[in-house]
């Protein structure tokens, strides 16, 4: 029998219970063996095992009465002989149960089809009597779980609290994109690009049937299989996280139906990437009029590629000689000073205006540009530089400004970071500089020792080091 496969109708006949039960044991640990299908099998053995470990003691319950076994005979006159024989026979044990000031009752119950069969009886909350039958229970431990049950679940109503309403992830997806994403988040267009991705694995399960160890095997999939990197993946796990913390909120999911899943560490496969000054002649060499504005713009102010393209006339103060960002992640404003070379390029650029109320606005439309990513790429191309992302322009403003001597605070602030650990992801050291900080160790050492650095820099010729001259033996004198 251990090599033949249940399929799930075999199983929950065998189990006695409905499919939707079995789906739900599964979830708690039914073994089980699913196939590339997605179907699933079950081995009789296993499903044996499994359930005379559910066997469980529950001490909330206390026993009030103990159980009183009464036997009932039903004799029927036969008229040959004139014997009596029996019948039916019949066998009830009835256990009393007190929770919480709440009184119920086990027992069981003999069926023509399944047998002995566990029964509850409780009063529920409209004070009317409940009796139901618990299809799972083969002992009087399970059946009492399934009383306990009854009874939180009692308490649990007259509480407020309501039964989560199972829905699928694809479903749940989409009211999460049209209830919360597109209204508080302005790229719910980029979290409605990844949840399309992320519906492919588990768009067709439950909410709460998707566990951890689920999670842990997609994130293996998308690094060896997808081959994309642990920050792609961390992108989908932190909306996947934000999707079942909303789920609990709205009462989709219980606070310990919510999966707990841990991201990939970023510190190693952050991109470490700036400008060169040849770069940037390069690429403001290669760009077309509009990007080069931008990319200006970018270098001198360090704001993010939605803040510029979002930016209006409204913003700017040439006389004050200040630029307002209002449309910022943390949506906290901030205020950058303009330098010489960013008045020059604003300047031109309002003298050539159109009428529009965007700095940078799409001739075609009047409105603010989407994206330049393509003439941005394309400007890369020309100018042979390799690796540069649009974001790494912000990295080089950051740099620049550490690299002339500003403090880390003042560059946090121009960021308009919420903390200096964020600012220190941007603020990368160079190899020149790296390279003096070690080059200015030399002549403190030296001087220590007692020695200066001309004569320890000196490397003597191969010359110098002649071979030492053997003097010959003397000959032995002639008498």
């Keep these: 029998m251990d090599a033949h496969l249940m399929t799930v109708a075999q199983a929950s006949e065998y189990l006695q219970v409905s499919r939707t039960t079995v789906d739900r044991y599964v979830k708690h640990g039914l073994p089980h063996i699913r196939l590339f299908t997605g179907t699933m099998r079950f081995r009789q053995n296993e499903l044996d095992a499994w359930l005379s470990k559910q066997k469980r003691n529950f001490p909330q319950l206390r026993i009030t009465h103990q159980p009183v076994f009464t036997f009932r005979r039903e004799m029927q006159c036969i008229d040959r002989g004139q014997k009596q024989a029996v019948v039916a026979k019949s066998q009830r044990a009835r256990t009393r149960y007190c929770y919480l000031g709440r009184s119920g009752s086990v027992f069981k119950r003999r069926s023509k089809k399944w047998g002995m069969r566990f029964y509850i009886n409780f009063v529920g909350r409209n004070g009317k009597r409940i009796q139901k039958i618990v299809k799972h229970a083969r002992t009087v431990e399970e059946a009492s779980a399934a009383l306990l049950k009854a009874f939180e679940g009692i308490e649990a109503e007259q509480a407020g609290f309501k039964k989560p309403e199972r829905i699928m992830f694809r479903d749940f997806a989409d009211k999460y994109i049209e209830k919360y994403a597109q209204i508080n988040k302005r790229n719910w267009r980029t979290d409605a690009s990844y949840l399309k991705g992320i519906c492919q694995a588990f768009g067709e399960r439950f909410l709460d049937e998707i566990s951890a160890e689920e999670i842990e095997g997609y994130k293996a999939v998308r690094l060896e299989k997808d081959r994309v ?81 979002g930016l209006k006339w409204d913003q700017v103060d040439l006389q004050g000689r200040t630029l307002r960002i209002e449309r910022t992640k943390n949506n906290k404003i901030r205020l950058i000073p303009l ?3 960013l008045e020059r390029e604003l300047s031109r650029l309002f003298s050539s205006r159109d009428g529009s109320g965007f700095v940078f606005p799409n001739p075609e439309t009047g409105e603010a540009f989407g994206s330049v990513k393509t003439a941005f790429y394309a400007a890369c191309r020309r100018a042979k530089i390799e690796g540069l992302r649009f974001h790494d322009l912000r990295h080089t403003f950051a740099t620049r400004l550490i690299a002339r001597g500003v403090d880390i605070i003042t560059v ?12 220190e992801k941007y603020a990368h050291s ?30 003597r010729d191969k010359s110098d080091f002649s071979p030492p001259v053997t003097l010959p033996s003397p000959s032995p004198s002639i008498n």
């Excluded at 308009?416 to 964020?422: A, C, E, F, N, P």
């Design 229 to 309: 990197e642990k920050s792609t993946v961390n992108r989908c796990l932190a909306i996947m996280r934000k999707l079942f913390n909303v789920a609990a909120e709205w009462g989709y999911l219980r606070k310990d139906e919510v999966p707990k899943f841990r991201l990939f560490p970023e510190g190693n496969v952050l991109k470490e990437r700036t400008l060169s000054e040849d770069e940037e002649r390069r690429l403001l060499e290669a760009s077309s009029p509009h990007l080069r504005s931008i990319l200006t713009v970018a270098l001198h102010s360090g704001c993010r590629l939605g803040e510029i393209l």
């Design 339 to 341: 330098n010489t070379t």
């Design 412 to 423: 946090k602030d121009l960021l308009g970071h919420s903390s200096v650990r964020i600012t």
């Design 430 to 459: 160079n190899i020149s500089r790296k390279k003096e900080a070690v080059k200015a160790l030399d002549g403190q050492n030296l001087q220590k020792i007692g020695l200066d650095e001309a004569s320890t820099c000196k490397i």
